[in-house]
């Protein structure tokens, strides 16, 4: 739980039409190699925002380590539901799986618990989009829009303020992105310090299309938001 | 000679089984939620198999709060049979599952057999009967057709059946699947 206070805040918004994820970056640096998150993989920088499976993205908090050793178990418990029936896995379904896990290390002696959180964004066709939040303790809730990190209850207050019932994706990304920059320790927003992410449904197959933010195109998503940083430096990536 | 039948149309899905009693025909359903009705035949093994899906449906649903999806159910029994297949006693059981998905609001269906193979279609039958029938069906079925329809080209194929199979059964139990759940109905 102490961890999981001072980590990078992670924030979520629940829209009608989608599911938006923003993460803070806490590793950052002029000497740390960025190239992976520029070219290759399926975008983001693997510290804070993951692809669990086709239909729901996650969000870690805490101790990086164990949130990838967790990231991993959600991978292989989604790919078991599709291969045992042939269907992406309900977005709930996976949470309770890793919570059932997470809760199993709070009964034991000798183990340390997973001190990690997560946040799920995901979609299936029982409840359509969803947004769940797990803790390391094995209980989780679905939200509208949360956050878990350092900063999260200032957050939250703000979300709680902000937040409309059946607001759209283009809204919501505003939303989370005025919030994150109103929560974050640095006073203006840019890709070296933020992992972004949207999962929505694919116009012609509707099927859903989990997007994963690379730098460039969170500055240029800043840009178009009037977020980004004044004038100075050239975008970096562009 | 047992035989079974399935047709989907618009918003439903008909099933019909013969009742010989020498090798039981069964229909198994699960009344809430996303409704389907599973219909198996040939030897005994059809209702130690119909009963091992069942739970296992109904245990998902219990676990999870909300019933697999009718795709879902096919995959996991089409699994079920495949594993089975390869053991010391696999289940000789060949059956059509039909069912409604409360999430999408259409029917499925699927023809599934004792080898694992399996294929979702607009109509399907097992079993002698389904020599005679397939052809009628392949002619007369529209997906489009409303229940009264339906039943109509089922009735069809009964009647083919019953005219031209030496070994034909004699009564059916016929069922609907849709929106409002399972029921049975008198042809």
């Known amino acids: 739980m102490e961890a999981i206070s001072h980590a990078g805040t992670v924030l979520g918004v629940l829209a009608k039409d ?19 998150a520029k070219e290759g993989g399926y975008g983001g920088s693997g510290e804070k925002i993951y692809l669990l499976n086709s239909n729901v993205i996650g969000g870690v908090a805490g101790l990086t380590a164990d949130a990838n050793s967790l990231v991993n178990y959600a991978r292989s418990a989604a790919q078991q539901h599709l291969l045992q029936y042939n269907e992406d896995i309900p977005v709930e379904l996976l949470a309770q799986r890793l919570c059932d896990m997470k809760q199993g290390y709070t009964q034991f002696g000798g183990l340390r618990p997973f001190g990690v959180s997560l946040l799920y964004a995901g979609y299936d ?13 094995g209980n989780y809730s679905g939200w509208k829009a949360t956050c878990i990190g350092a900063n999260n209850g200032t957050a939250q207050s703000l979300l709680k303020q902000e937040y ?21 320790d640095s006073t203006s927003l840019s890709s070296e310090k933020l992992e972004f992410a949207v999962l929505t449904l694919d116009p ?12 460039a195109e969170i500055d240029a998503l800043l840009e178009r938001e009037g977020l980004a940083k004044k004038e100075d430096e050239g975008v970096p990536g562009a | 000679m047992e035989t079974s039948f399935a047709i989907t149309g618009k918003g439903y899905l008909i099933m019909a089984a013969d009742t010989t009693a020498a090798r039981r025909a069964r229909q198994a359903q699960q009344p809430s939620a996303p409704r389907k009705a599973t219909l198996t035949d040939r030897t005994g ?13 109904r245990l998902y649903q219990i676990r999870n709060l909300y019933a697999l999806r009718p795709s879902a159910a096919a995959s996991w029994i089409r699994r079920a049979l495949a594993t089975s297949l390869r053991s010391r006693k696999p289940y000789s059981v060949n059956l059509l599952l039909g069912g409604y998905d409360t999430a999408t609001h259409d029917p499925h269906l699927y023809w599934i057999d004792y080898l694992g193979t399996m294929s979702e279609v607009p109509f399907a039958a097992h079993g002698y009967g389904a020599y005679f029938a397939l052809s009628l069906l392949d002619r007369y079925h529209d997906p489009e057709a409303t229940l009264e329809e339906g039943l109509a080209t089922l009735r069809r194929c009964l009647d083919e059946v019953a005219k031209r199979l030496v070994v034909s059964p004699g009564k059916y139990k016929v069922k609907i699947v849709d929106k409002d759940g399972i029921r049975e109905v008198d042809l």
């Open chain 1, 18 to 36: 989608g599911v938006v994820l923003a993460a803070e970056k806490k590793v950052t640096g002029k000497l740390l190699d960025l190239s992976s």
């Open chain 1, 125 to 137: 066709p029982h409840y359509n989009f969803q947004l769940y939040h797990s803790d390391p303790s």
């Open chain 1, 164 to 184: 409309k019932d059946g607001i759209e994706v283009k809204e919501a990304v505003g939303l989370v992105l005025r919030t994150m920059g109103k929560t974050m």
């Open chain 1, 204 to 215: 012609t197959t509707k099927q859903p299309r989990a997007k994963i933010y690379r730098p």
């Open chain 2, 45 to 57: 093994d059809t209702v130690q198999f119909a009963e091992y899906v069942e739970r296992n449906i």
